[in-house]
């Protein structure tokens, strides 16, 4: 089934600064507060409904936290549940920016996708640029917040794969849930694991 999702064609280096600079007011507002902010970001459900029972294909990102295990362990609950949902709330806001949709959250990893449409090689370019906008968004908006909170800065690992996905629905409790199953979702989250601090590694189809 074909889409006619759109990209940004480029997003401007003084665009990624005020991204940026939106971010660590965001980010300084939740430590104020103590907990994440109600940032609006589309349910993936709206778009994935259209889909159920069809195949699309998508690029995956998968962002990874590195060192969350050692996070639970030292960090008192609060503490860890604000830096936890600045990091997620900021990756997904990200992501809408750049014309994409989040997919799940899972634990500490954040995975979303990029429709591929009549252009494959701007949703590949798109992808790779949303994938560094988080790095940058990481190291100049949260992690000077939570550094002046006295915690460790946080690193990415990102993973990109591209392929053909099967779009499903699962009804819980009477309540239908859309979700995506594929090749391309496992390889993206096991390329994020080999990826070295602030790194982003891309599969050889996205490549090519």
């Known amino acids: 089934m074909q889409h006619n999702n759109t990209f940004p064609q480029a997003i401007e280096s003084k665009e990624i600064q005020s991204l940026i600079a939106q971010s660590k007011t965001r ?28 195949t ?7 962002v990874d936290l590195v060192g969350s295990t050692l996070m639970t362990r030292s960090l008192p609950v609060n503490r860890l549940a604000t830096i936890m949902q600045a990091f997620t709330q900021e990756m997904s806001i990200i992501v809408s920016k750049f014309g994409g949709q989040i997919l799940k959250f899972v634990g500490d990893a954040v995975v979303a996708y990029f429709p591929l449409g009549a252009s494959y090689s701007l949703a590949y370019n798109t992808a790779v640029d ?8 990481v190291q100049e908006a949260i992690n000077p917040v939570i550094s002046m909170h006295g915690y460790d800065e946080l690193q990415l690992k990102i993973g990109l794969d591209t392929s053909e996905h099967s779009v499903i629905q699962y009804i819980i409790d009477e309540k239908p849930y859309a979700d995506i199953l594929g090749y391309g979702i496992s390889m993206a989250a096991k390329l994020s694991s080999l990826a070295n601090s602030n790194e982003v590694i891309i599969s050889h189809t996205v490549y090519m």
């Not at 699309?56 to 998968?62: A, E, G, M, S, T």
């Not at 949303?130 to 968004?137: D, K």
């Open 27 to 54: 980010v300084l507002e939740s430590f104020e507060k103590g907990s994440g902010l109600n940032t609006k970001v589309e349910d993936p459900d709206i778009f994935l409904s259209k889909y159920i029972g069809t």
């Open 130 to 137: 949303c994938s560094h906008s988080m790095i940058m968004v």
């Open 56 to 62: 699309l294909k998508i690029v995956v990102l998968y």
